[in-house]
């Protein structure tokens, strides 16, 4: 395995316009960027989504019974509510705030549905298959440049225990979730049994800084200079092994 680099660069790409339906993102991010080989392009959730057409008018949600009894506990629009659960594959929890897990088994709150830097009326949806999602983008790059780079699509999440949203990954390609240490030894000869490190959540964390929040406009992240390490794609717990999840539906609670 490969030691970690001394430095790397992160780059927002500069000057994309507000992107629209049937943009091609790939295409306007390498004419503001010259891309290397092996370079990682982290691209937030909301723009990709946008580009694809992932997104709904709340002009054109139809109320449930449940979303308007969630919405009076919450305060928010029971539209929006509407479009978390019509997003959500299962709720676990409903207030102070809605937290549910999607189709690609990410859980967050309200499902990742998004009213920022979008018209009105309009709410944005995660892509449903995310690591389709980078896929695509990695193939249309190589189309379009020739060029191998590795892909993550971001998204802004909170933590258990801690305030403040960070950058997580919900999509990556190219490269593995998770740098696997287990083998591997410290620097005392020790095995190393538990160590698994969350490589993609952590360039997402770093991605997301660049990219900033509110009106920064920099939705698009370049990290040059990262090398290739080994591992897995387990980055979600599965339920048998998520304490929190049992907690939140009962199942831990030993009665």
Not at 18 to 27: M, N, Q, T, V
Not at 114 to 119: A, L, P, R, Y
Request: glycine share 10%; hydrophobic share 40%; aromatic share 6%.
């Amino acid at each position: 395995m490969k030691r970690a680099p001394e430095s790397i660069r992160v780059t927002g790409v500069p000057g994309l316009p507000l992107i629209r339906e049937g943009d091609d993102l790939p295409g306007l991010i390498l004419a503001r960027i010259d891309l290397e080989d092996g370079d990682i392009i982290c691209i937030a959730s909301s723009v990709y989504s946008k580009a694809r057409g992932y997104t709904r008018n709340l002009s054109d949600i139809a109320v449930s019974g449940r979303a308007s009894r969630i919405a009076g506990r919450t305060g928010e629009d029971p539209r929006f509510i509407q479009a978390v659960l019509d997003a959500s594959q299962e709720v676990l929890l409903e207030y102070p705030f809605v937290l549910s897990e999607v189709s690609c088994g990410h859980i967050g709150v309200r499902a990742g549905v998004d009213q920022s830097n979008v018209e009105d009326d309009t709410v944005i949806l995660l892509p449903p298959d995310p690591m389709a999602a980078a896929q695509d983008v990695r193939d249309r790059v190589k189309e379009l440049s020739g060029k191998e780079v590795r892909v993550i699509i971001t998204d802004t999440c909170g933590r258990s225990f801690r305030r403040g949203q960070t950058g997580h990954a919900i999509g990556w390609s190219g490269m593995t979730a998770i740098r696997d240490f287990r083998g591997d030894t410290d620097l005392f000869g020790h095995v190393l049994k538990i160590t698994e490190e969350a490589v993609v959540d952590e360039l997402a964390g770093m991605a997301n800084f660049v990219m900033g929040e509110s009106h920064a406009g920099i939705p698009v992240v370049v990290i040059h200079g990262c090398p290739e390490w080994k591992g897995h794609d387990n980055l979600y717990f599965n339920p048998d092994e998520d304490l929190f999840r049992k907690m939140l539906t009962g199942q831990g609670s030993g009665k």
